[in-house]
């Protein structure tokens, strides 16, 4: 039985300023590093032979932190969804109204990906994880990326702002060789 630890990162210097990132490199502020120490405890329990990261900073950050010494491999399959010309700007952009269709539909309007696209990557690296000879697996990433993979792995497409995703939120899924499985859901802020 596999089974795979998926981490968010800390609190970014934008989620301090409440602009959306996607893409952008955006670094942990401290109060991000202090959540990534806050996760050490409970990730130093746990072998992993093998741990990812997204190849943004705000997640290799969060590994460095939470896994001091750390040998991980980065990968951009891993990075957030990619939100266009919105990156970087405030979410007050965007009529309340249309939040819930974005969120079902992506950003592909915007210069980003599309929903579709989004889960194609998540779904694309989940097939590789299940194909590893790797049973013990984390994964430093984003909230979006997260939700999208606890989406696909429950199949449900219109889950993600109906679960909440804290800073340095741990998903841990078991894979039997078969489906994929929600094994437990912490979020420790």
């Known amino acids: 039985m596999k089974r795979i630890w998926i981490i968010r990162h800390g609190q970014s210097e ?12 955006t670094p942990l502020t401290e109060q991000g590093i202090k959540d990534a120490e806050n996760i050490r405890p409970v990730l130093e329990k746990e072998h992993f032979d093998r741990v990812y ?38 979410p007050s952009i965007i009529p309340k109204d249309q939040l819930p269709y974005l969120s079902n539909v992506g950003y592909s309007a915007f210069g980003g990906e599309s929903r579709e696209e989004f889960y194609a990557r998540i779904s694309s690296f989940a097939d590789e994880l299940a194909a590893s000879e ?33 800073n340095c939120a741990i998903g841990v899924f078991e894979y039997d060789g078969t489906i994929w499985r929600l094994h437990s859901w912490m979020n420790l802020q």
């Open 14 to 25: 934008n989620n301090r300023s409440g602009l959306l990132s996607g893409w952008i490199d």
């Open 134 to 166: 790797y049973d013990s697996i984390a994964v430093f990433s984003h909230s979006g990326w997260l939700r999208g993979f606890l989406s696909i792995t429950l199949g449900i497409t219109s889950l993600s702002y109906k679960v909440v995703c804290g």
């Open 53 to 90: 990261s997204s190849d943004l900073v705000r997640a290799k950050t969060t590994a460095e932190t939470a896994l001091p010494g750390v040998v991980y491999e980065t990968t951009p399959k891993l990075r957030e969804m990619n939100l266009g010309e919105l990156a970087g700007r405030s």
